[in-house]
């Protein structure tokens, strides 16, 4: 099969160097497309359906990550990515959002509170992305200690007390305490995992954005060496508002 390099006329975000490389002649279609990066690989992204595509090109370092995304910029200089959402209300609390090309979302509330209970509530859609932040990073750090991960259940349930948001008492309306259980598959042992739960909580943006908030946080991780039952507790919170 004929291979060609890639164009890279369309993309500004990164220099030649970077987007050296080679693809098939089914991927033709795609060439001069956007790039899918993560810590776990790089592929192109088409512009027409906007999935990723092509081969993956090998994984690369955090510090080859970050100086891939911002060649020209030193670590001595702020190195900025945006997070841009959109939404449009719907009426009984209920909010159509979107992020980039991926399909609409909704956020709403419970029927006692004046939603349609539609929806998960927008601090429910918080708690969850601090989870899936979580997990991003305890994969990029363990990546770079040649920790294997074989896999990552995770549950966190964070306390609100609701008087903040209705007015009635001077409180705080956010979370008055975030608590996550983790558990984590991996032939290494417990050591291993406490070292990536102390770089995680060092570089995980939404850990971060929390506790940086004066929200207390407890972290639950524990380290199993077999298959294991999923997460006990399937206690399901109170609507979160």
């Keep these: 099969m004929a291979l060609r390099p890639e164009r890279h006329e369309r993309n500004n975000d990164h220099p030649p160097a970077f987007l050296a490389r080679v693809v098939s002649r089914r991927d033709r279609h795609r060439l001069g497309a956007r790039r899918w990066i993560?810590?776990?690989?790089?592929?192109?992204?088409?512009?027409?359906?906007?999935?990723?595509?092509?081969?993956?090109?090998?994984?690369?370092?955090?510090?080859?990550?970050?100086?891939?995304?911002?060649?020209?910029?030193?670590?001595?200089?702020?190195?900025?990515?945006?997070?841009?959402?959109?939404?449009?209300?719907?009426?009984?609390?209920?909010?159509?959002?979107?992020?980039?090309?991926?399909p609409n979302f909704y956020t709403g509330e419970p029927e006692h509170v004046g939603g349609d209970n539609s929806a998960p509530t927008p601090m429910e859609v918080v708690i969850a992305s601090f989870n899936g932040c979580l997990t991003i990073v305890i994969e990029l750090v363990a990546k770079e200690l040649g920790v294997p991960l074989e896999a990552i259940e995770m549950e966190t349930e964070g306390a609100i007390d609701q008087r903040g948001v209705f007015g009635t008492a001077p409180v705080s309306p956010h979370f008055s305490r975030v608590v996550n259980r983790t558990r984590v598959r991996t032939?290494?042992?417990?050591?291993?995992?406490?070292?990536?739960?102390r770089r995680v909580m060092r570089r995980c943006p939404a850990f971060n954005l929390i506790r940086d908030a004066g929200v207390p946080i407890e972290l639950d991780w524990t380290a199993e060496s077999a298959a294991s039952e999923s997460l006990r507790g399937d206690r399901s919170p109170g609507a979160a508002r």
């Design 187 to 197: 032939p290494a042992g417990q050591e291993d995992l406490d070292e990536i739960r």
């Design 38 to 102: 993560s810590p776990f690989g790089v592929r192109q992204q088409c512009r027409q359906c906007r999935r990723p595509s092509g081969r993956r090109i090998p994984n690369m370092s955090a510090a080859d990550l970050q100086s891939s995304i911002h060649p020209e910029t030193p670590v001595s200089e702020p190195q900025l990515k945006y997070a841009r959402s959109r939404s449009v209300w719907e009426g009984k609390m209920k909010s159509r959002l979107q992020i980039r090309h991926f």
